[in-house]
């Protein structure tokens, strides 16, 4: 597609209950990025991909958190067992190659709101 | 871990004043980003530095790549209403990792 597309835009869970936040990347890009924006913080890095595989998974605030690629294309990232704290936007970038040379392309995000 | 430290956190400011923002590392980046953050959007590009000492400009937009490589400042002149949002700057080490790191923003808001 043209852009990132992200799913849900939105999604409201109840505390406990598993979630899947889904990213469709840029066509072509080989690097894709996942970063969480809590109300009034900055953008926390959690993980990046380059292909199917991720070099770098310190980001991840638990073992509750989880992604996978597959395809170089679409990634999901899995949150179990949410929390309340776990409530923030999650933004996915693509772009054609990983590091800072390269410009990412965000999505618009998905809003999680655990109750 | 590595941090960014974005100043200040929010402005607040008249219409046709010139903002400055900025951001400071503890640790050395080879390349310093910035962007701006619409309301219920994903963050854009605005500038890319990739040289200690390069002064680039977009427009009412200039930014610059400290000499130390840990820092970097964006100007904006004559803001306009569009000029509202959040900026974000981001700072990438090839040398360390490929993670980009952003910091937490400065919020800008232009009085009527």
């Known amino acids: 597609g043209a852009g990132v597309s992200q799913s849900p835009s939105n999604k409201v869970t109840e505390k406990g209950k598993d979630v899947e936040l889904r990213c469709d990347p840029i066509s072509g890009h080989t690097a894709l990025y996942w970063y969480r924006q809590s109300l009034g913080q900055g953008l926390e890095f959690l993980i990046y991909f380059q292909g199917n595989s991720a070099p770098d998974k310190s980001g991840l605030p638990s073992d509750r958190f989880s992604a996978e690629r597959t395809g170089g294309s679409v990634s999901t990232l899995t949150i179990q067992r949410t929390q309340q704290e776990d409530s923030a936007v999650y933004l996915c970038?693509?772009?054609?190659?990983?590091?800072?040379?390269?410009?990412?392309?965000f999505g618009a995000g998905s809003r999680l709101t655990v109750l | 871990g590595q941090q960014l430290n974005q100043s200040p956190q929010s402005m607040f400011i008249q219409e046709g004043e010139d903002v400055s923002m900025n951001c400071t590392s503890s640790s050395i980046f080879n390349t310093w980003l910035w962007y701006k953050q619409d309301p219920g959007e994903g963050p854009v590009l605005l500038i890319a530095?990739?040289?200690?000492?390069e002064l680039t400009s977009n427009g009412r937009l200039t930014a610059q790549f400290g000499i130390t490589r840990k820092d970097s400042f964006l100007n904006i002149s004559a803001s306009i209403p569009s000029d509202v949002g959040i900026y974000f700057c981001a700072g990438h080490n090839q040398n360390r990792d490929d993670k980009i790191i952003f910091g937490k923003g400065t919020r800008l808001h232009i009085l009527p």
């Open positions: 970038a693509s772009s054609l190659g990983v590091g800072g040379a390269n410009v990412l392309t």
């Open positions: 530095l990739y040289k200690a000492g």
